[in-house]
């Protein structure tokens, strides 16, 4: 039976948390929001709205989502012609596709940014499927990102493994019923990753490439 190694994108093989926070911060600031960016942070790997909501909470103006995701889109496509891919994430998913593994990537990223985000890692080759947020009516930490991932490749959750860096990631792999597996390159402690359910954490994908023979994803 074929296994499939579901990844997210932002945080876990390109290095862009920090890039999204400065433009959603900005965002926020040109509405009028002060938002203080390490809550920002902690809010990277949810959906735009879902991010909206987190942050601003529920006195918030619920039309105003819609102005804030464009602003913060129209911020962070400044950078899409030079968005760095984490050291060895290229090579990571072409070791796992080598191995027999099907790769499909899961993220809200759509369009120009996912086109981006795939010319960083230049791994085409090696990812079979992408579940991007045009996809799917909710985003992490609901499970229909990874579900939908699964069901482009006819893989059930009990022969997957999700790779993440936030605990939005965990929690949407946990209840997908997939093992997931953490990365500290997004900036997330290991302690939440853990307690949101990683069952192994890794630097990132340099450190996971290395350790694959000990690892969820042997």
């Not at 945080?11 to 890039?19: A, E, I, S, W, Y």
């Not at 909206?52 to 105003?64: I, M, S």
């Not at 790769?103 to 992408?130: C, P, Q």
């Amino acid at each position: 039976m074929e296994r499939a190694a579901v990844f997210d994108v932002d945080g876990t093989l390109v290095d862009t948390n920090h890039l999204h926070v400065v433009t959603w911060w900005e965002a926020f600031r040109q509405a009028g929001h002060r938002v203080p960016m390490h809550a920002v942070h902690r809010a990277i790997g949810l959906g735009s709205a879902d991010l909206v909501a987190h942050l601003l909470g529920d006195d918030r103006d619920e039309g105003e989502a819609d102005e804030l995701s464009a602003a913060h889109k129209a911020l962070y496509a400044q950078y899409f012609d030079r968005l760095p891919a984490l050291k060895d994430a290229g090579a990571l998913l072409k070791r796992l596709h080598g191995d027999g593994w099907t790769v499909v990537l899961a993220t809200s990223a759509s369009g120009a940014e996912l086109s981006a985000l795939r010319r960083a890692i230049d791994a085409d080759e090696a990812i079979a499927a992408t579940a991007s947020a045009d996809d799917v009516e909710e985003g992490k930490p609901a499970p229909e990102p990874v579900e939908h991932a699964l069901g482009l490749v006819g893989v059930p959750a009990e022969r997957a493994v999700l790779v993440g860096d936030t605990v939005w990631d965990m929690r949407a792999g946990g209840k997908a019923g997939v093992t997931c597996v953490g990365v500290l390159c997004g900036g997330i402690p290991r302690a939440d990753l853990e307690e949101a359910g990683a069952q192994a954490v890794y630097a990132g994908p340099e450190h996971l490439l290395a350790s694959l023979a000990d690892s969820p994803l042997a």
